[in-house]
């Protein structure tokens, strides 16, 4: 809504004033834009747009963004903006295509520059090169910054373009010749302009959503924001030991799915710099097994970003050779049986049902389910991944895309991931809560 002209803020010329335009780094600790900003201006003008864009319908007539996902993004913007009142600051929030509301705010606080970190999906970059494209109508600079990975850029031992394919190679030649940045400090006070209508935070229905439901057989309810998650990275370390795990989740190997940090990392609540200082701080507690495989998970977010940085859409191309093997089951059916947790086999049922429920399944649980959506029922990798992104309060685009081509084996990667079970999936057992109370009617026959 426009501001009325006499309400418009009255600012000095000589102010300079630069709008901080967050996304995916909803915290105010290790943050350069937020920190660059308050050293380069005068006043800073932080903005959070709810882009209609992210709560369409997909291709199964579903939010691309479901309730729970809006929900922990809802807090997580609840978050920041409590945090930056406690420093003096406020956060405007607005619902709408930011192209339009950025500038308009740009205009109304007489904004001299804007500050985002660039992201490297194909519709986050195009949503920033719409913003830059008219902020460059009203002669306005935005500024791009890159902090979503573990080591920056400028430090890594070759260009983007020459980024080895083979993750192997990558993080080899990285941990041997980068260093990770320390982390940079948070802001002891923030100014801002005088702002007349900060905005309220959305309903779940007014982003077309219905209300979350948290289902009672879930161990843990993630709460987003940078304090939750700062309190979350504190109870992992407690001790040497990650004691809130769900009950279903304690025969799965220690990866970050016993940190259970990933969704407040998705939103940028907890800086990855940050998780991996804790690392190094207390790998002298001598769980390194936990150490080391939430430093590995780190490399391989950072691996796919720049895979995503270097190959586009490219990366993640499916085969164009046709396939002329007929599958033994209607896949549409297939899909609709595998998205409800009904394909009859009790592990990846209970693994869907958990999904669903909660918003969160482990890594290895991830990659039981997208295997056998992929290689038993062969369905397309792609639906897989769009169910994901909807379900998934942990959500990131590179990572998500990334790992379900990879597992469908249509990009550059030259070496598996994962380490498959030993017995076929439909042999597994399972004692999940997940699992409803007729399993016996779901088991598999041999």
Known sequence: MQTPKELTPCLTMSERTILVWFRNDLRIHDNEILLEAIRKADKI??????????FVKNASCNSKTGSLRARFLIESVAGLRKNLQVLGGELIVRIGNPAVIIPQLAEEYHVNEVYHHREVAHEETEISEKVEAALWKIRLNLKHFIGHTLYHKEDLPFPIKDIPDSFAVFKKKVER????????????????????????????????????????????????????????????????????????????????HASMLSPWIALGCVSLRKLYWEVIKHQHAGNNQQTNALVLDLLWRDYFRFMFKKHGQKFIAKNQTPDTTEPDLNIDTAFESWKAGETGVPLVD?????????????????????????????????????????????????????????????????????????KPVAELETKSDFIDMWLPALVVSH
């Not at 003008?45 to 992210?54: E, I, M, T």
């Not at 289902?215 to 993630?222: A, Q």
């Not at 790992?403 to 498959?420: H, M, P, Q, T």
């Open 177 to 256: 010749d980068s260093d990770v940045r320390p982390c940079i400090g948070s802001p002891e006070t923030i100014s801002t302009p005088q702002i007349v209508d900060a905005g309220e935070l959305p309903t779940l229905g007014e982003l077309g959503l219905e209300e979350a439901i948290d289902d009672p057989r879930s161990g843990i309810r993630f709460i987003g924001g940078e304090t939750a998650g700062l309190a979350q990275l504190a109870l992992v370390f407690s001790n040497g030991n990650q004691t809130n795990t769900t009950k279903n989740q304690r025969n799965l190997p220690v990866t970050d």
């Open 350 to 422: 209970a693994i869907i049902h958990e999904l669903n429920a909660t918003g969160y399944i482990s890594k290895q649980a991830r990659q039981i389910i997208a295997t056998y959506l992929v290689n038993d029922l062969k369905v397309d990798w792609t639906k897989g991944a769009a169910y994901f992104e909807e379900k998934l309060i942990d959500y990131s685009p590179a990572s998500n895309w990334g790992n379900w081509a990879f597992i469908a084996g249509v990009n550059d990667a030259k070496e598996s991931r994962y380490v498959l079970p030993t």
């Open 45 to 54: 003008l932080p903005v959070y747009c709810f882009d209609p864009a992210y």
